[in-house]
T-cell receptor
């Protein structure tokens, strides 16, 4: 069974640009969550999608958005990039049912904003 | 709100010695606790989770965790460390107030196992 796939693996952008990151969950998983990882802030929850609906959202500005398609694949978009958006963006998938359920993480997209 | 704390930024241990990575938690209601490990340039890998009623939880790669309700701790342990265990370890708790799949992570502890 294939794991969680994130593309691209690395991205370099300049301030003011926008970027779209992609995540393909494990087959059969309906929940996709996104996290931002930085050395200073650690792992911060961005949002979670379940069956194409945003079910939960973290404390990030509106420049950060996402969506989920009918095949459960998800995309995350960041508009008007700032230097502070440089981070490792991690996607995680699960069936989305159960508080005791573990998340499966992808290898992440390393975004550098210059 | 749920939270976890990892008081040590780094833990150093010699290969073959036992290791402990500490985690304390603060939750309202039942705790849903997890340990994840991150190797360089990789995502997070699940190690183990707390299951209600089992104070000693066994997980992947020989790791185990001890749940202590009175001390609100969920420390990660391994009887004999390997150099390959060197990585970044995260304790996490499920945020049950606002949604199903949100995990709140600790700040992480870097484990360095020397040969």
């Amino acid at each position: 069974k294939a794991g969680v796939t994130q593309t691209p693996r690395y991205l370099i952008k300049t301030r003011g640009q926008q970027v779209t990151l992609s995540c393909s969950p494990i087959s059969g998983h309906r929940s996709v969550s996104w996290y931002q990882q930085t050395p200073g802030q650690g792992l911060q929850f961005l949002f979670e999608y379940f069956s194409e609906t945003q079910r939960n959202k973290g404390n990030f500005p509106g420049r950060f958005s996402g969506r989920q398609f009918s095949n459960s694949r998800s995309e995350m978009n960041v508009s008007t990039l700032e230097l502070g958006d440089s981070a490792l963006y991690l996607c995680a998938s699960s069936s989305g049912q159960g508080l005791n359920e573990k998340l499966f993480f992808g290898s992440g997209t390393q975004l550098s904003v210059l | 709100a749920q939270s976890v704390a990892q008081p040590e930024d780094q833990v150093n241990v010699a290969e073959g010695n036992p290791l402990t990575v500490k985690c304390t938690y603060s939750v309202s209601g039942n705790p849903y606790l997890f340990w994840y490990v991150q190797y360089p340039n990789r995502g997070l890998q699940f190690l183990l989770k707390y299951i209600t009623g089992d104070n000693l939880v066994k997980g992947s790669y020989g790791f185990e965790a001890e749940f202590n309700k009175s001390q609100t701790s969920f420390h990660l342990k391994k009887p004999s460390a390997l150099v390959s265990d060197s990585a970044l370890y995260f304790c996490a708790v499920r945020e049950v107030d606002t949604g199903f799949q949100k995990l709140v992570f600790g700040t992480g502890t870097r484990l360095l196992v020397s040969p």
